[in-house]
């Protein structure tokens, strides 16, 4: 957790605010400075802060950021949500925003628009990713997709192609004996089986989908029996890690199956190529996830990668909404901020940055920007208890299935069934 | 007499009085200088406990006020949790072998310095450094390095030809890696087996080898019976922080109690619950059953002390 508050400015701060609280006056300066807290590095709170000293500067009300990680993020704005005390500018993801907005944390921001908020050239589909109920509340600072992160020293060794968007899951097998062949101890692929996006990707290829807008799961017993025996086929055979190996990837970039140098692919994201680059000796880059068959696509879709959204209780919820404007259609914003968060979804914003923008972050913009026919629409955003289904369920049974303590088709009707408990529960 | 009865109440209650208040006048300014700790405890650390104890019985997400649900968080526990079946059951595990193996290792580590060797303070540094260094994030990483697959010791393995898995990511034996780093960490007890040890009266030892015993009779007759408080002090604290034990899981496995929950412990199922979740009420309800089974154990390691512990008396 980090503050960017001096512990001096926050002693004298917090004492100030309490001495004006306890006699009942809001000093005229608590109302005019904003408070903004998000989730990630100390990178993009380099370049946000960046963004509200360019802000604060041109005369605008004065910005207090603070940011967490994303495991600390979260318990934190529910306390502060809890407590009546949000900041006034949110940082909000695609999983919570449903949350956030039916209880009121989180404010409309219809209101705001041709005026404070001034969005003709924003794209449209990520303009619609932020609503709920019809209702503007979360403004999307950067697209994102799915995306094959790739060794490409590693296919270059072995003197295969790079796969490009067109690949297949039958390519897996084609590569899964070329590596084998080649026989340096690395495996073609990570074992995407307990890896939620991947699996999202392959259902909405067959037609279907992990969630539905109901909030119920999208897909039966036998497609996800289906998939496990489908991964298991790739592990017996070596195409894919081991189950020992596999288990080491914590999460972290460090140890992850491509920086260990245990496989050549793994399923990632767009904008985490530029995070991954920096802990690989080996050049990396992006391809898309594999087609279930050649010419198969809608399994992608673009992504708002996180929005900012304005806190239910906040003071001046104009202010609020000018500020995120300016974050998102400002040019200058624009080239501070990159594509850290995402590729911008402002068209002017997008052109301005293009050439300054490093390898990486080219690679990504254009991937995300020419992603054809596998792009599929906007699933609608997740039930709450998505999260629990992922880490206690799909992540423990594709472990459990990895190591042989449950067959495929145990695996398959199991997680149907309890995923049902878990929403049915949930929404009790 | 009835009069007097009258006249002679008040006094009393009065000079009652006056005695409380000249004591609080003499402790006033004790508890003057007691206040920032006192409103430290009652405030961050009473509060909470007897909060928790409330939302123990409620359904509470923080964004919505708590939901007053009665007894189903506890009753979810036991019939309804396939995780916190999984947790108890690697948290007892741990328990049940870390405890010993680190006292018996921490005796062991004592009674070797305890021989009077030169330079006893340098290593006796040395052997505490583990438990100064053990819950860090930094030892947690290196254990990672230490057990994997192509880690430290299976390189040492392979020296004699044996292929080794990797330990951390298998889930046959996760467990037993945190098993060893638990034990590494044998630091605090045998500080205190030393200390223990340095009471016993040498005297003891000379009459016994008088009678002929060795030293392996004299480690049972003498040593580990006049050591039984220290046994009994160590093991309790030892069972009361393993019970509790977080870090290490939640940094190896990043929080998930991977591979397949074969490291769930229970302080790390509970944060889950209540940070990833957002379950606070039934969160609640794990931490208050949680200080149950310790409340437990440590009542029932003090019933059967006295059958075990011979106090020097």
Redesign the interface.
Known sequence: MTIRLGRRQFLMGTSALLAAGAAGINPAWAQSALRLIFWGGQARADRTYAVTDMYEAAGNPPIEGEFLSW?DY??KL??Q??GGTAPDIIQMDYRFIV??AS?N?IAPLDEFMGSELNLGEFDQDQLEGGKVDGKLYGISLGANSVAMLVNATAFEEIGEAVPDNSWTYADIERLGEAFKAAGNGMAAMSDGSGSEPMLDNWLRQRGKALYTAEGQLGFTAEDAIEWFTMWNGFRDKGYIVS??????D???PE?SMVAMKKAALMPSNSNQLVIHQTVNDDTLTITSYPRIEAGVGGGHYRKPSMFFSVGGSSADKAAAAAFINYFVTDLEAGKALGVERGIPCNAAVREAITPTLDEQSQIALNFVANLGDLLGPLPPSPPNAA??ID??LL??LS??VA?G?RSAEDAGQYFVDEATAILNRAAS | MTVNAAEAAPRDAASGTSKWSRAWQNHAPGYLFLLPWLIGFLGLTVGPIISSFYLSFTDF????PPDWVGLANYERMFTNDR?FAASMRVTFTFVLFSVPLKLAFALAVAILLNRGMKGLPLYRALFYLPSLLGASVAIAILW?QIF??DGLVNQFLSIFGIQG??W????NYSLWTLIVLSVWQFGSPMIIFLAGLRQIPQDMYEAASLDGAGKWRQFWKITLPLLTPVVFFNAIIQTINSFQSFTPAFI?????G????STLFYALYLY?E?????RMGYASALAWFLLFLIACFTAFSFLTSKYWVHYDD
């Open positions: 495991n979260w318990p529910a306390t949500t809890a949350e956030y209880r944390a189950a020992e190996d596999q288990a080491l914590n999460g972290a140890a999260g629990e880490t206690s992540r423990v472990q459990e190591f303590g | 997400d923080l964004l919505t995780s990672r994997a697959g898995p990797s951390i990511s298998n889930p190896i496995s990043n929080g998930t991977a591979p397949i929950n889950n209540a940070f990833s979740f957002f």
